[in-house]
Structure formats: structure tokens, C-alpha cells
């Protein structure tokens, strides 16, 4: 037998029987990977799919509560008529602005939900915060997604002065007078059976960075007048504040902005109606993140379903 040497061609076909020998392999590799791709998907992908849906979707709203915007449920009666909430009722569920004071302090008028002061006694329910930090996180989440009743005494009143501000009452016609001026108040709301007379207290200088607060339910609500013992002690820290209440979204009745009016801007010129606008307009805007979230959640489950039809 011959041996081949370095300058000769090697026997003619020998090299298109090594390709035609690898190329079943390669072949059958290639379908492979192709009914991979465009095979039936695995079992289970879809409650996968569905699974990350919910999980991301539960982030986003914790998220979204905890930073822009969240629903609380008013379980008293020290803001009536503004804010309806009684035992066996259907109470309010407003919505909080976390927004707008990360920009500007709370005005008077405004209404607000604040983190009572440890001095201050619950007088809108809730539960204690549980001793194991673990539990305590869970309630949290839960809080937030409003499976479980709040941990933390949370209140809603509204602003009537603010720091560095004299309050005291009344005057000769039954009001409040901050820095010697009374205040106009027509959301002031009188129980049925109770005397149309405010309590006297003061003259109280509210605390720089602190917040004077008044039920509009006058004679019905536990508020800076009486909390930890009345006077400057029932001023509220402005880092207590969790937002403004800006809009009543539940029952479906009660839909409205909540009013602002400030009891202690100058009166209005007689020609000038101070009902001409809707109250709390400037909360609508927030309203957006409510639909947003929800459509997103019901287009992707809408998907979703679609690609498992499609898959059957």
C-alpha cells in the first residue's frame, strides 16, 4: 500500500464522507432545538406566568401605598359630616396624598391622617402593633393591602393652626380664634343632642413644626384640645403625618373631593360664592393611580388567558 504524501490531494470523496457522516447528527440536533421553540410549552408555565402576574402586581400596590397614594377606612364619627364613620355603617375610604407635603407643610384647612403621638389614646380603633417583628412585618403588608385592620393608631382631623400660631377659644360668638382672629368654619358639625357650644381652652402657642387639629364633629372628637393632656402636649409632630386626604372613594354614593376651605383666609367679597367649587378637585389627579393599576392588572390577565387558549 502507498503512503500519501505531504503535496498530495487527499482520495477524492473522502472528505464528503466525513461531512455526509457528522450532518445526521447536526441535523437531528437542529430539529431538535427547533421542536424546543416551537413545541407545546412546558406543563405548568402558564400558572407561572400567572403567579409572577399577582406577585408583581401585589408589589407594585404595596409600593404604591407606601409612597404615592393610600386608601384608609374612617371608623369614627370626629369628622362628620365630612367624613361618615360609625360602627355597622358604611363607612368612608378616602384617599391619602403622600405627595404633596414631601413639597409643602399642611395648611390650615387642610385635612390630614397623622401617626397619633405616643401620648395620644386611640379614639379611632385599630390594634396594637404584635411583639414579633416578623409577625409585626406581615401585618404590616397586610395592612396595606386592607387584610388586616391597621397596627398603628392612625387619626383624621383637621388642621386648624400651625406652628409658631396662638390658639384658643371661644369669642363672644362661639369660635376659635387663632392669633386673636376667628375662624370661619361652616364644615362644623353638631351631634343631634348635643349643646352647639365649643369647649373653652387656651390660649396655646402650637410648637414650631407641630400641627393644632380639630375633629369637624366639634363636641365628638378627641383631638388636640384633650390629647395628652390638652395644650401645646396635644400638638402634632409634622413628621407624623402620612398625607393630605384628598378624595371619598367608597361607598360609590359618597364619591367627592373633600373640602379644604381654610378657616382663616379673609372673607369672601359678598358676591362670592364659597360652594361655586366642587371641593377637593386638586385630588382627582391621584385618582390616576387607582384605574392605572387596575387596568394594568385586567390587560395582563386578559393575555394571560389568551396564550392559554391559544396553547389548548
Not at 490531494?9 to 437531528?28: I, K, L, N, V
Not at 393632656?229 to 359618597?254: E, F, H, T, W
Request: net charge negative; aromatic share 8%; with cysteine.
Amino acid at each position: 500500500m502507498r503512503s500519501q504524501g505531504p503535496d498530495e490531494d487527499p482520495p477524492e470523496g473522502s472528505s464528503d464522507e466525513q461531512a455526509a457522516a457528522e450532518q445526521p447528527d447536526e441535523t437531528r440536533s437542529s430539529a431538535r432545538n427547533a421542536s424546543k421553540r416551537s413545541g407545546k410549552p412546558r406543563k405548568g408555565s402558564f400558572w407561572w406566568e400567572l403567579f409572577v402576574l399577582i406577585s408583581t402586581a401585589l408589589v407594585l400596590t404595596v409600593l404604591l401605598q407606601l409612597f404615592v397614594a393610600r386608601v384608609f377606612l374612617i371608623p369614627s364619627r370626629s369628622m362628620e359630616q365630612t367624613l361618615h364613620g360609625c360602627d355597622g355603617c358604611s363607612n368612608d375610604r378616602i384617599l391619602v396624598d403622600k405627595i404633596t407635603y414631601r413639597f409643602s407643610d399642611p395648611q390650615p384647612g387642610d385635612v390630614v391622617v397623622f401617626s397619633g403621638p405616643k401620648s395620644w389614646m386611640a379614639d379611632e380603633g385599630g390594634v396594637s402593633e404584635p411583639a414579633n417583628p416578623v409577625v409585626g412585618f406581615f401585618h404590616r403588608v397586610g395592612s396595606l393591602l386592607h387584610l388586616v385592620e391597621p397596627a398603628q393608631k392612625d387619626f383624621v382631623k383637621r388642621v386648624i393652626a400651625t406652628g409658631g400660631q396662638t390658639v384658643e377659644c371661644c369669642d363672644e360668638q362661639n369660635r376659635v380664634l387663632v392669633d386673636g382672629e376667628p375662624l370661619d368654619e361652616p364644615y362644623i358639625h353638631w351631634a343631634p343632642g348635643t349643646p352647639q357650644k365649643q369647649e373653652e381652652f387656651g390660649p396655646v402657642t402650637v410648637p414650631e413644626d407641630h400641627l393644632w387639629v380639630m375633629g369637624d364633629n366639634r363636641n365628638n372628637s378627641l383631638d388636640s384640645r384633650y390629647q395628652g393632656g390638652g395644650g401645646r402636649a396635644g400638638a402634632v409632630p409634622l413628621d407624623n403625618v402620612v398625607g393630605k386626604a384628598q378624595v371619598i372613594l367608597l361607598p360609590p354614593g359618597r364619591w367627592q373631593g373633600i373640602e379644604e376651605s381654610n378657616p382663616q383666609a379673609v372673607a369672601l367679597r359678598a358676591d362670592e360664592d364659597p360652594w361655586s367649587e366642587p371641593p377637593g378637585w386638586e385630588g382627582l389627579r391621584y385618582l390616576v393611580v387607582v384605574p392605572a393599576v387596575w387596568s394594568t392588572r385586567r390587560g395582563s390577565l386578559v393575555a394571560a388567558r389568551s396564550r392559554m387558549w391559544e396553547r389548548r
